[in-house]
């Protein structure tokens, strides 16, 4: 639900031109048959198509991050980075290094199946008051519940079939990787282990959900600066 829940988008848009879209079915966004993963970085690809960028840092938080990676790996010459908030190389729930809290996702699921309301409150409560009253209600407002559970699903529950290493790698671009200090969902593990992996990538740590974060924007910006492209790239985001 990017259109709304990228609170930091105005402090993006003061220095570049920023692009957002919400997941297909989501909001006023047409649908594109099932509601994957596929569906959203068909939407990203199509997004940087038609504005015609010939380069551009692409951005993604949570299981939005991945969709991200998968968007650069189909436009590699037009990505000049990537930036991924809650950064994780998988999507695994067991094991001392699981990367998710597969637990309260498994709760989340299953409340969004059976009490949608009470689901969208305790996004509130989950995201540790980054998801406010007011978005709450958007949300209501703009996600119906089977697309909202078909999602949840579709992104989350890829387990050991999602490995984000091996396309990071054949990409070969500038990355800044962004932990959630203190997460409920994603795992400290899960970072540790993709800052391990990526030892030349920028890092940095926000204390709020990313997409809500004005810390997070300071690092993109700080991310952008480095890169040898003049301050201006253009910008695409994603979010789950």
């Known amino acids: 639900m990017t259109e709304v829940e990228w609170k930091i ?11 957002s ?12 048959g099932d509601r994957t993963a596929n569906a959203i970085v068909g939407r990203g690809v199509e997004e940087i198509e038609n504005r015609g960028w010939q380069s551009c840092i692409i951005v993604g938080d949570e299981a939005g991050a991945a969709q991200a990676v998968h968007i650069a790996a189909v436009k590699p010459g037009a990505t000049r980075g990537l930036v991924l908030g809650h950064a994780a190389l998988t999507f695994t729930e067991q094991g001392p290094r699981r990367t998710l809290n597969g637990d309260l ?17 305790a996004l509130t409560q989950i995201t540790q008051g980054a998801y ?23 992104l989350l529950r890829r ?6 290493e091996p396309i990071l790698r054949s990409l070969n671009v500038p990355m800044l990787l962004v932990e ?7 795992t400290a593990e899960g970072f540790e282990d993709a800052v391990a992996a990526f ?15 004005p810390r997070f924007a300071e ?13 201006g790239s253009p910008v695409t985001e994603r979010a789950p």
């Open 9 to 19: 988008r105005p402090l993006i848009e003061d220095w570049a031109e920023v692009a």
């Open 21 to 32: 879209f919400d997941a297909p079915g989501v909001g006023t966004e047409p649908a594109r």
């Open 105 to 121: 996702f498994d709760a989340l699921i299953r409340l969004a199946q059976t009490d949608y309301r009470s689901f969208v409150r």
């Open 132 to 154: 406010d009253d007011e978005l709450a209600e958007l949300y209501l407002e703009r996600v119906p519940q089977q697309d909202a559970v078909a999602y949840l699903e579709n």
């Open 159 to 164: 387990g050991d079939s999602e490995d984000l």
């Open 180 to 186: 959630h200090r203190g997460c409920l969902g994603w």
């Open 199 to 213: 030892p030349g990538a920028m890092t940095g740590s926000v204390d709020n959900k990313a997409s809500c974060d």
């Open 219 to 231: 690092l993109i910006r700080e991310f952008c600066e480095g890169l040898a492209e003049p301050t």
